[in-house]
Nanobody
Framework: QLGVVESGGGSVQAGGPLRLSCVAP??????MGWFRQAPGQEREGAAA????????AYAESVKGRFTISQDNAKRTMYLEMNSLKPEDTGVYYC???????????????????WGQGTQVTVSS
């Protein structure tokens, strides 16, 4: 399994911003995504991007607040999070997949490579 590495988590007050980064070194991806998992909850998809065409997908809960982007030259994906809410708290995971087929970009089963996760804590 080829690895991806996240960075950029931390603690922030509600309403504030954070930016997460994810590097997929050494291999070409077709799809990259951000997932999050709150304590006691299942891992859920937040945002995803097709690394070729730049198409994106967002969960309804983050639309208008989160923006996913990429720098292909750096093999890096970003998640800009604005207007953060306490319910955004959780461990955020970067995921990647090199396989070029459809499927639901916000489902965990679509991805074959996962990072270790980075904690995001939003306080009220």
């Amino acid at each position: 399994q080829l690895g991806v590495v996240e960075s950029g988590g931390g603690s922030v007050q509600a309403g504030g911003p954070l930016r997460l980064s994810c590097v997929a070194p050494g291999y070409r991806t077709y799809l990259m995504g951000w997932f999050r998992q709150a304590p006691g909850q299942e891992r859920e998809g937040a945002a995803a991007i097709g690394t070729g065409g730049g198409n994106t997908a967002y969960a309804e809960s983050v639309k208008g607040r989160f923006t996913i982007s990429q720098d292909n030259a750096k093999r890096t994906m970003y998640l800009e999070m604005n207007s953060l809410k306490p319910e955004d708290t959780g461990v955020y995971y970067c995921a990647a997949d090199w396989r070029s087929y459809g499927g639901d970009w916000l489902e965990t089963e679509r991805y074959n490579s996962w990072g270790q996760g980075t904690q995001v804590t939003v306080s009220s």
